[in-house]
């Protein structure tokens, strides 16, 4: 009953890195090229869920925007939108706000990361932030959200939240949304600790290669990422207990398009003093294109503006009938 479309974003809150470039923009690339609608969202009110510089997060918000078209996202086949232009997700979100409950959000892990010990002093906005997530989704009745597997109790929150509203009223109207969690880096790890997920707000820059990072600066940073004596293993199974290891050959195949085990057929034996070479040449082949493609675009900023803007009013023809049909249905 629910046509297949594809909804996921990324927020405009720093920089874009690797893990965000592997777990999600490669990734969106592929749906782009299947015969499905998408919809990707720059989610700046997510954004402000922590504070944020107005002049940084309009910068980010252009730079996220940049990110996804060098990434290869191409506006005209994909809908490509910055969250706070189309109403219709914060509206929806408030609807979900009454739908759901305190002790559904105080299970969410993601707010007990980034609140940390201080949770009174969070805002409201970082607790209620799933439920926009769900609003975010279910505002086009996306079917599938690909996204990395930090977002996965998200995920389950967003069907819990539409089962609900199903049948509080009594209606067949929210589709349970599949989240779409595969390939080789579905969690890339920091490059300096390998319990941490690799992260925009992690303090250490060479804890990550950005997406802005020019050639030398990738290379370097590969080649100081942390590793450990042992020579690669001819198997998977072998980085059991090596998450510095594990995470440096699931970059490799994600870059390579290759699965783990195929990686270690060619390079199980070898030093890493042989594959940080190797993966540093990968990964610059790979990924300082797009940095390149990301500065020539930066310097068109209005081009952008038009791009999002464009993009807004498409999305609005999906979502204002389905904020309409949702007010029918609550009686408003
Ligand atoms: P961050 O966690 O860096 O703040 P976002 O929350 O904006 O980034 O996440 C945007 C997308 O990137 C999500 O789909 C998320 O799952 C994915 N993602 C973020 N970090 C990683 C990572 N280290 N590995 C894989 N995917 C990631
Ligand atoms: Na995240």
Partial sequence: QFTPRVF?????????????????????????????????CMVDLHAITVW??????????????????????????????????????????????????MGWMQRMTQFKDKAGKNAQNASLGLFAYPALMAAD??????????????????????????????????????????PV???????????????KKMSKSDPSDASRINMTDDADAI??????????PDALPSEAKGLDERPEARNLVNIYA????????????DVGGKQFGEFKPMLADLAVAKMAPISTEM????NDTAEID???????????????????????????
């Fill in 8 to 40: 996921s974003g990324i927020q405009p809150s720093g920089d874009l890195h690797l893990g965000n470039y592997l777990g999600a923009l490669k990734r969106f690339v592929d749906w782009q090229s299947k015969d499905v609608e998408t919809v990707y």
């Fill in 295 to 298: 500065g020539r675009l930066m």
């Fill in 219 to 228: 290379a370097k940073k590969i080649r100081k990422a942390k590793t450990d």
């Fill in 181 to 195: 969690i595969e390939g080789a880096a579905t969690r890339v790890m920091s490059l300096r600790d390998g319990s």
């Fill in 254 to 265: 994600a870059l390579n398009d290759q699965t783990v085990d195929q990686v270690l057929t």
């Fill in 306 to 332: 038009r791009i999002l803007t464009r993009g807004s009013e498409r999305a609005r023809e999906i979502t204002s009938p389905i904020l309409r049909k949702t007010y029918d249905i609550v009686g408003m």
């Fill in 52 to 101: 944020q510089d107005p002049k940084d997060l309009m910068h980010s918000t252009r730079e996220l925007c940049a990110g996804f078209i060098a990434a290869g996202i191409d506006p005209e086949k994909s809908i490509l939108i910055n969250q706070s232009q189309v109403p219709e997700h914060a509206q929806l979100a408030w609807i979900f706000n009454c739908v759901a409950r």
């Fill in 137 to 178: 989704i279910l505002i086009y009745h996306a079917t599938h959200v690909p996204v990395g597997e930090d977002q996965k109790q998200h995920l389950e929150l967003t069907r819990d939240i539409a089962a609900k509203f199903n049948h509080d009223y009594g209606v067949d109207f929210f589709p349970m949304t599949e």
